[in-house]
T-cell receptor, first 113, second 118 residues
């Protein structure tokens, strides 16, 4: 089955710096890759997602890149702010209705001012 | 506002007791899911349901049961057979895809129930 590895497990940056979180997946049939942000005591919130028919997607300060050949995808946050501090999860799934997401173990991002 | 409501926020279980976690959504989504989250871990799938009166086991279904009698509701029962139930439980839902090329639709999560053992 699918396995998703996420690195690093913790990341500390200064406000205004960029942050990059990387994930690799094992199943070449996976074609949908969402990223979630989870704040303490809350459920994960979808922040951006990408499908395998594109290589990059951007939404303001957040971007995701996908390399299907290498089977890895990355989250890029530019101009980080203290409110970006949270746990970020990557996930992968196949193109099948109702298919569950396979999650990475998360990255705790700390942005200090 | 549309969303997913999980209740209660905190729940305590005694030894040998079954407890039921509630999940209600008003997003008109067809698919619903239950995940378990342990400290420092990603989310792991317990059960999912694509349609009313139908559900499938996920990776860690042992010791859990679900029902899907209504589109809006997908309650999870943690039975006494689940020997390590202490965790954060998350419910999610996703809509029916309009195009087969996009069968995997974004999943939206509730704010979870934290279950502990007394």
């Amino acid at each position: 089955g699918e396995n998703v590895e996420q690195h690093p497990s913790t990341l500390s940056v200064q406000e205004g710096d960029s942050a990059v979180i990387k994930c690799t997946y094992s199943d070449s049939a996976s074609n949908y890759f969402p990223w979630y942000k989870q704040e303490l005591g809350k459920g994960p919130q979808l922040i951006i997602d990408i499908r395998s028919n594109v290589g990059e997607k951007k939404d303001q300060r957040i971007a995701v890149t996908l390399n299907k050949t290498a089977k890895h995808f990355s989250l890029h946050i530019t101009e980080t702010q203290p409110e970006d501090s949270a746990v970020y999860f990557c996930a992968a799934s196949k193109n099948q209705a109702g298919t569950a997401l396979i999650f990475g173990k998360g990255t705790t991002l700390s942005v200090s001012s | 506002d549309g969303g997913i409501t999980q209740s209660p926020k905190y729940l305590f279980r005694k030894e040998g007791q079954n407890v039921t976690l509630s999940c209600e959504q008003n997003l008109n989504h067809d698919a619903m899911y239950w995940y378990r989250q342990d400290p420092g871990q990603g989310l792991r799938l317990i059960y999912y349901s694509q349609i009313v009166n139908d559900f499938q086991k996920g990776d860690i279904a042992e010791g859990y049961s679900v029902s899907r009698e209504k589109k809006e509701s997908f309650p999870l029962t943690v039975t006494s057979a689940q020997k390590n139930p202490t965790a954060f439980y998350l419910c999610a839902s996703s809509r029916r895809p309009r195009d087969r090329a996009y069968s995997n639709q974004p999943q939206h999560f509730g704010d979870g129930t934290r279950l502990s053992i007394l």
